[in-house]
T-cell receptor
Framework: DTEVTQTPKHLVMGMTNKKSLKCEQHMGHRAMYWYKQKAKKPPELMFVYSYEKLSINESVPSRFSPECPNSSLLNLHLHALQPEDSALYLC?????????????FGPGTRLLVL | AQSVTQLGSHVSVSEGALVLLRCNYSSSVPPYLFWYVQYPNQGLQLLLKYTTGATLVKGINGFEAEFKKSETSFHLTKPSAHMSDAAEYFCAVRLTGANNLFFGTGTRLTVIP
């Protein structure tokens, strides 16, 4: 099973709302990632978790707050977003953060901020 | 610094024709190389990857790619296009010790019946 699941599939939120995106994998992977993908653009790395600890934050605004409660679960908490944050948010996981490891992607959450 | 260039943001081929999607990287050290496919409204699926060893890599759905160090290229090919191959294709690189998977800008493949 090489599946990464993400919920919800779609999310519409206002600029004052608080919402969370959820990502789950049961492959025993110890590295998990959040990417942001704008329309017709490649994915851009936001955060990397390794063994449930945040190892990379690519200068992401604090209105995005990641959380890794356990090795199978990754959340992205959203608060006071801006319309320009509308995008496809992709979660990925890999066995470790080792370079040759394949990252497996979920289907994404399409976020619209009004 | 590393970068990935995908020549041609949009490629059209006839059904049954050869598919060739180009990817060049710039890195002083040969990176690890990946091709991902993204179907509309979906996440990314790994087609194939090159780490070490044989430079011709076979992937899923009949795709293959050849790592050419002298040309710093990792072009993706498929002998005969199917309608189901229509999608966005991303080449990605990762340097040893780096956490980031760095993507090219993508190539949208259209297959004409």
């Amino acid at each position: 099973d090489t599946e990464v699941t993400q919920t919800p599939k779609h999310l519409v939120m206002g600029m004052t709302n608080k919402k969370s995106l959820k990502c789950e994998q049961h492959m025993g992977h110890r590295a998990m990632y959040w990417y942001k993908q704008k329309a017709k653009k490649p994915p851009e790395l936001m955060f990397v978790y390794s063994y449930e600890k945040l190892s990379i934050n690519e200068s992401v605004p604090s209105r995005f707050s990641p959380e890794c409660p356990n090795s199978s679960l990754l959340n992205l908490h959203l608060h006071a977003l801006q319309p320009e944050d509308s995008a496809l948010y992709l979660c990925a996981s890999s066995l470790t953060t080792g370079t040759p490891e394949t990252q497996y992607f979920g289907p994404g959450t399409r976020l619209l901020v009004l | 610094a590393q970068s990935v260039t995908q020549l041609g943001s949009h490629v059209s081929v006839s059904e049954g024709a050869l598919v060739l999607l180009r990817c060049n990287y710039s890195s002083s050290v040969p990176p690890y190389l990946f091709w991902y496919v993204q179907y509309p409204n979906q996440g990314l699926q790994l087609l194939l990857k090159y780490t070490t060893g044989a430079t011709l890599v076979k992937g899923i759905n009949g795709f293959e790619a050849e790592f050419k160090k002298s040309e710093t290229s990792f072009h993706l090919t498929k002998p005969s296009a199917h309608m189901s191959d229509a999608a966005e294709y991303f080449c990605a690189v990762r340097l040893t010790g780096a956490n980031n998977l760095f993507f090219g800008t993508g190539t949208r493949l259209t297959v004409i019946p």
